[in-house]
């Protein structure tokens, strides 16, 4: 089972704090920043938009009813 910190699943909530960002590579990923502006989760590098998609709709999915 997976734990989510607290801030990571309140900001999952929130999209305007999921930031997508594509490497010098042309790699596809994102992240997760607190209130604080701090970055707290940062994902895996995807090489399309659609898998960076799915794995984001995942999380948004599942974090909010993760234990913490």
Known sequence: ???FH??????????GKLQKKT????ELYFY???DNGQTIATSQKY???LSRE???ERIQK???AAPV
């Open 6 to 15: 607290q801030s990571v699943r309140s900001s999952v909530q929130l999209t």
């Open 32 to 34: 997760l920043r607190a």
């Open 47 to 49: 090489t399309s938009a």
């Open 54 to 56: 799915q794995a984001i």
């Open 62 to 64: 599942v974090a909010p």
């Open 23 to 26: 490497t010098i590579d042309r």
């Open 1 to 3: 089972m997976h734990l």
